[in-house]
């Protein structure tokens, strides 16, 4: 240990959106705060500044904002006796870099978890009987009910300026908002984004079949909004450049747009950036941490001394760190036992793309969020029993963006180049509408993270290793998806369809961008011997060590993480305000 | 309009011994210049390409690369093909770059190179050095199939060989496996991206599909049904198309 910091309450690791409430939270209670990012500070001006920002090559492309793998990266197989190899080059998921994190270049898709989903394997058992769970399939409930959440849903929704159009307000159905939805105390802050045609054109279709749609719940603004810490959102403009950019127009809700002037305001916070965290140090008895090491923009080693330690970086970062310094017990796959990895887990997603030869629907007019979605064949609303399968999926379709070199749909007998392919961009672009399905993904018992015995990072640490692949569960829900939304597509009478679902057999591809919603690995529960963090995101172990982000949860919802991400670390702040902080020790 | 002058065509690198130079440029005005179409090829393409200052390419590369390119996206018909958008000048500054030095990429070993595809990019070569593999083995490969180089072939040839090597039938090594995918990334990239990066001239394939480009802000477009948006492309530096 080359030099040692002056000694903060509180350090935070990583800046993006659970870092910055956290921050926020602990900061108000007086506390000195340190935040330790390991990218680049940034701002909305100048960083994500138009017209710069407005460059597909560079940002939609070649991934300027995101976790360089060079820097940080893991390992995948398929198979417990597979080899892993390093995931060089970003593809299925992208994780993000520098201040606010992924709450950068998200989409602004906003989403509670539904009070079903929060305790799955409960659900499941008493509604249709624990025998239809395979035997290799470890859902768990997260130990929090929808209830116990619902205020804290209700908050990161206002702080984030949400648009949308509750479906459930109080037990009450609101015509126009999503039925089958938990029920909240209130509506969100703002009204529905304007829709594009394709949009509209689903909404119609999915009515006229007896459906309910309802516009996305949205972190692209509809309307000025200021939240509870005075920070200032405006009106989206449609510039088609959301996902993989920072916005251009303070319309996103980021922790940039939303928190982070505010917090830097506090004199009792402070951060510094390019400062990558090695390790969490333990105690002897490994009972509590004594503060976090990292590596400073100098390349030195800080040993940096903390009263609590909190993990706000990306899911994997958060289970690698825990890994790394002996926090909690790593998970065997083997023998089930071990709780540190246990149930890694992704989105089965799949759509159908819709051509229309005589529809014009200028794809470039595009907002994060701008979607239209239904929830008939939600989690809550499918007989598992009877469709063999567990899980559900929102259906939507939505117009994001219309950068060329990505966002080329062309129907079947289109060739990848060549002259047929030249005249067929031309004809094509902007003829098409896309139907999407965005599912669950159940937790199995060879699903898990752990650290790889052949591939180290920079700084000689080993990487974490995924072992993932999609199991026949999952592929038979999101076929049962593929019958719906063909059967939508087809009433929609299009010049021609084309689909991409995962079919039998289908193997994880790392290659296609599919998302970024990595679950689990350092997943929640009421059992420490099944879980590496209890309900309050403490871990079991060590108790000054709280663990943010989506690692938390046991399975993925259906939805989006983003919204359940942010009311988790709303929950688990008002746990340590109210009571951890009066009396540090285990919470359960 | 005629073919170019040999001279004034492809900058060729002094470096070669005159006989080879000859070659090369006969090869490049004559074969594929003829081969390519290029009697669709505007003085200032030719001019830019011709005044182009490679930062990558060597002679022969920049040779393939220019006959490449205009069959992934040929220049006859409407729009322009990859050479009016100049995508070889884009790619040369590509490789010559981050991206074909793989700055942002995880490339320490041990690499394995004949891995599932699934498991993703695993070669140990840059894309700069896959580049500068690949163009000399699908030359070799092509004079053992056809006695010729790939820029040498009739267009028909070309684009057979362009699918053969796609379908990965031109036994190119493991390590260089994904280098037509690249070429195809790289081709369709350079056509579409912001002009600034070299390809896309005067954002002409954006308005031959319609993109606008760096505007940016369309809310009011939003519940316009079916009506064509009216105004053609600009680019970040404010040019307009």
Redesign the interface.
């Known amino acids: 240990m080359s030099r040692q910091a002056k000694k903060t309450d509180v350090v935070i690791v990583g800046l993006g959106w659970t870092g910055s409430i956290l921050a926020m939270e602990l900061a108000t209670e007086g506390l000195q705060v340190l935040a330790l990012e390991r990218g680049a500070d940034r701002s909305t001006v100048p960083d994500f500044a138009?017209?710069?920002m407005?460059?597909?090559?560079k940002y939609g492309?070649?991934?300027g904002l995101m976790q360089?793998?060079?820097d940080s990266?893991l390992t995948?197989?398929?198979a417990l006796n597979d080899?892993a190899?390093?995931?060089?080059?970003l593809?299925s998921f992208l994780p993000g870099n520098g201040v606010g994190g992924a709450g950068v270049h998200w989409n602004g898709h906003n989403w509670r978890a539904m009070p079903e989903e929060l305790k799955l394997r409960s659900y499941v058992a008493e509604r249709f009987g624990a025998d239809i769970i395979p035997d290799d399939m470890t859902i768990q409930d997260w130990g929090v009910t929808y209830d116990e959440l619902e205020p804290f849903y209700d908050r990161f929704e206002h702080m984030a300026g949400i648009s949308g159009k509750a479906g459930n307000v109080g037990g009450v159905i609101q015509l126009g908002g999503n039925p089958f939805e938990g029920a909240r105390k209130r509506n969100y802050p703002l009204g529905p984004?304007?829709?594009?045609?394709n949009g509209?054109m689903f909404a119609d279709a999915t009515r006229k079949l007896g459906f309910h749609p309802f516009p996305m719940p949205s972190a692209n603004a509809s309307a000025v909004h200021v939240n509870e810490y005075g920070m200032q959102l405006g009106?989206?403009?449609?510039?088609?450049?959301c996902e993989r950019f920072g916005c251009?127009n303070y319309s996103k809700a980021s922790p940039q747009t939303c928190i982070l002037d505010a917090l830097k305001r506090k004199p009792n916070f402070s951060y510094r950036t390019n400062a990558e965290v090695l390790k969490v140090e333990l105690s002897p008895d490994k009972k509590t941490a004594t503060g976090v090491s990292y590596v400073d923009e100098k390349g030195e080693e800080v040993f940096q001394p903390a009263d609590l330690v909190i993990l706000a970086a990306y899911q994997f970062h958060n289970v690698h760190l825990m890994l790394l310094s002996g926090i909690g017990t790593p998970y065997d796959p083997r023998s089930g036992e071990g709780v540190v990895g246990k149930n890694y887990a992704y989105q089965m997603t799949g759509g159908t793309t819709l051509f229309f030869k005589?529809?014009?629907f200028?794809p470039?007019?595009?907002?994060g969020s701008?979607a239209t979605v239904m929830d008939d064949f939600a989690v809550n609303q499918i007989d598992f029993r009877k469709e063999g399968f567990i899980g559900g999926s929102y259906i939507s379709s939505g117009q994001f963006n219309?950068?060329?070199?990505r966002s080329m749909a062309l129907p079947r007998g289109v060739p990848?180049?060549?002259?047929q392919?030249?005249?067929g961009?031309?004809e094509w672009?902007?003829h098409s509408m896309s139907i999407s399905s965005h599912g669950s993904n159940m937790s199995y018992r060879d699903c898990y993270l752990d650290l790889d015995p052949?591939?180290?990072d920079k700084h000689g640490r080993p990487l974490l290793r995924m072992t993932f692949d999609w199991k026949p569960n999952d592929i038979r829900m999101t076929q049962f998806m593929r019958g719906k939304i063909e059967d939508i597509a087809k009433s929609m009478n299009p010049t021609s369809s084309t689909s991409s679902y995962k079919g039998e057999g289908a193997?994880?591809?790392?290659?296609p961008y599919q998302t970024t919603h990595n679950v689990g690995g350092a997943i929640m529960g009421a059992n420490p011997n099944t879980s590496a963090i209890n309900r309050y995101l403490q871990s079991w172990s060590t108790h000054n060590v709280f663990v943010m982000g989506a690692s938390a949860f046991p399975q993925n919802l259906q939805y989006n993480p983003t919204g359940t991400v942010g009311a988790l670390a709303y929950w688990s702040a008002a746990a340590l305000r109210n009571d951890y902080l009066k009396s540090p020790r285990p919470l359960m | 309009m005629g073919k170019p002058p040999a001279s004034t065509w492809f900058d060729l690198a002094p470096r070669l011994p005159s006989n080879r130079r000859r070659v090369l440029q006969g090869a490049a005005a004559g074969g594929f210049w003829l081969a390519s179409g290029g009697a669709a090829l505007g003085a200032d393409v030719r001019a830019v390409l011709a005044a182009h200052t490679r930062t990558f390419f060597n002679p022969e590369e920049w040779v393939f690369v220019l006959a490449a390119c205009s069959r992934l996206i040929p220049s006859a018909a409407d729009g322009p093909g990859a050479l009016e958008a100049l995508v070889p000048v884009f790619i040369d500054r590509q490789l010559s770059g981050d991206f074909g030095n793989a700055t942002d990429w995880y490339m320490q070993g041990p690499h394995v190179p004949t891995a599932n595809p699934m498991l993703g990019f695993q070669s140990p070569l840059t894309p700069a050095q896959i580049y500068r593999a690949a163009i000399p083995a699908i030359d070799t490969w092509s004079r053992q199939q056809a006695g010729k180089t790939f820029a040498e072939l009739e267009i028909a040839a070309q684009n057979e060989a362009l699918r053969t090597i796609e379908a990965g039938k031109a036994g190119l090594a493991p390590e260089i496996r994904d280098f037509f995918a690249l070429l195809l990334q790289n081709t369709k990239e350079g056509y579409f991206a912001d002009p600034m990066y070299g390809g896309n001239h005067q954002m002409a394939a954006w308005v031959h599909i319609g993109f606008p480009g760096a505007r940016g802000s369309f809310k009011e477009w939003a519940e316009k049904d079916n009506i064509r948006y009216p105004l053609g492309p600009v680019s970040i530096s404010g040019s307009r198309g």
Request: charge should be positive; proline fraction near 9%; aromatic fraction near 14%.
């Open positions: 138009y017209p710069k407005i460059d597909e090559l492309v070649r991934n360089k793998p060079r990266t995948v197989r398929h080899a190899l390093p995931y060089r080059v593809g984004l304007p829709s594009t045609l509209r009106p989206c403009n449609f510039c088609g450049f251009i005589d529809i014009n200028n470039f007019v595009g907002a701008n219309g950068q060329p070199i990848a180049w060549g002259a392919w030249k005249s961009v031309k672009y902007g052949t591939y180290q193997k994880y591809d790392v290659r």
